[in-house]
């Protein structure tokens, strides 16, 4: 068997979205940080978002059945951490940020790249993990802006700020960008 250790160093080397869960309902306002996300079809839109087991967003999110994925833009780096710590009470996450609602009720994050509004369809427990099979009711965009993204254990912006940024620091040692 793998040892978890050598397996949580390659993952390092994935780069992945940042994003902040939400949801609200019957089990109360819950809200995390979670890079494990992905688009498993357009036809029907579904994502899987993948929660911790021992997270108490967990439950909250698979008793109130829906939960809307906001993808972070550069700029949320600091709400990004809010979220992503368990001593900073729910409600304290929340009063750092603009909320507004879609079709589902869960918090959309206002000025996130996108907020995919889900309604959760099936549910799968892996190892650690709960697995949320989530079917996409509503979703908003807002293309302006770099996006966060998590590499080598930390917060790094990916967009054409950053480029500019690379091409400036190229520029100024000298070097000639490769076309």
Known sequence: MLDRSIFRDAMAGLGTA???????????????TASAVCGVTD?????????NRSSRNNAAFRSNGKLCVNVLSAEQQTL???????????????????????VTG????????????????????????TVFFCAVKDARTHVAGD?????????????????????????????????
């Open 80 to 102: 990004a951490a809010h979220f992503a710590t368990s001593a900073l009470p729910i409600a304290e996450r929340f009063a750092a940020a603009q909320w507004e609602r879609l």
């Open 18 to 32: 940042v994003n902040i869960i939400t949801s609200d309902g019957a089990a109360g306002l819950a809200g995390c």
């Open 147 to 179: 996006a966060l993204i998590y590499y080598g254990r930390r917060y790094h912006r990916v967009g054409e700020r950053s480029v500019h940024a690379a091409h400036r620091a190229e520029a100024d040692a000298g070097a000639v960008p490769a076309r």
């Open 106 to 129: 869960a918090p959309v994050l206002h000025g996130a790249l996108a907020s995919l509004d889900c309604e959760i369809e099936s549910v799968t427990e892996v190892g650690t993990h």
């Open 43 to 51: 036809e029907p839109p579904t994502l899987l978002v993948c929660i």
